[in-house]
């Protein structure tokens, strides 16, 4: 049995914030920015949206496109690197808004790579006949977690949310999940990470006022690891399903920075026009980014029914991943 993605929503705040906004908040330049990132603008959420208030809009849209009610789903995954509250877990936040009481429901922490962790989860729970529909969720508030005075990190990232119904497939049904890879190395932990804040370091006065309870990264270590694993995770796949990368149309990829995917596209021999980019008006939205992308290339149009559509992803963790699907 073969689990297909029924259905998929997206939501993202009102707000736009642009480079030419950022310019008059920090010293920066629409320059560096849109040559070092290809980051444009982001949405911005306003201080009583909350991330489980996104995830609940994305879910009801990817619900209704399933043709599926609430009452149909039997687990939800939330991904997400920026949660309502440490405890408890996102989800249930999630699940008290849509009321679907009884059901299983948690969070995953992999960063970027959170969307292609939860519908991996999903899918081994819909193959072996557990359950029948799992709504997967990727929803961040970037904007939250960022140092708004660390210049190098606040002007990448984004919010929004994007979720998915995995399901039970039938014979031709489209949107096929054919298989993934996920992989991890805690040993890079610190090269992404919010310092402080949880048990090891609760969070003090002093630690507040250094920002420690915000996103610090080593960008540059980062980029050189991001290409070479993502390449290697997606042959890896693509070895493993026995399709050839120029059988793939589209690459869905996190969007991080558009120079890492100029680069990940050039060694999967795979041409600039195939790849799905979304960072301009997105930034990096971290768990959210490969659903808003997917979403964006199907209502334009781009993908199409039969295409083989490849996801990868890269992030903090370090946690990294490949899926394949047919659309
Ligand atoms: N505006 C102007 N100048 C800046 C800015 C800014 N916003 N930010 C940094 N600079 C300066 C630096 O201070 C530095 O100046 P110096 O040379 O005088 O010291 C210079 O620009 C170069 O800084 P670098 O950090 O070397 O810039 P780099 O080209 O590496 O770009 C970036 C930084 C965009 C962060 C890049 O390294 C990157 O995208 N890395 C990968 C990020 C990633 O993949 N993250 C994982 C996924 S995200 C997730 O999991 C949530």
Redesign the pocket.
Known sequence: MRSVIKGLGVAVPDEILTNED?EKM????DE??TQ??GIKTRHKAPPHVSTSDLAVEASQKALKEAGLDKRDLDMIICAT?SPDTLLPATACWVQAKLDVPGIPVFDISA???GFLYSMTIADQFVRTGTYKNVLVIGAEL?SRIANWED???C???GDGAGAAVIGEGKEGDSRRILGAKLHADGAFAEF?WIPAGGATTPLTKEGLEKGLNK?V?R??E??KV?VRHMTDVVFELLEELGVNSEEIDWVVP?Q??V??LQSLAKRLKISWDRVVVTIDHHG?T?AASIPLALHEAIEDGRIKKGQKVLFVS???GLTWGSCLVEW
């Open positions: 950022l920090l010293d920066t330049t560096w920015i070092r990132t690197a960063a970027c790579s970037l210049r190098s990190t002007v990448l990232f992404l996103v990264m960008g540059n980062l980029f991001a996190h991080a920075n120079r890492i990096n971290s890269f992030g903090g």
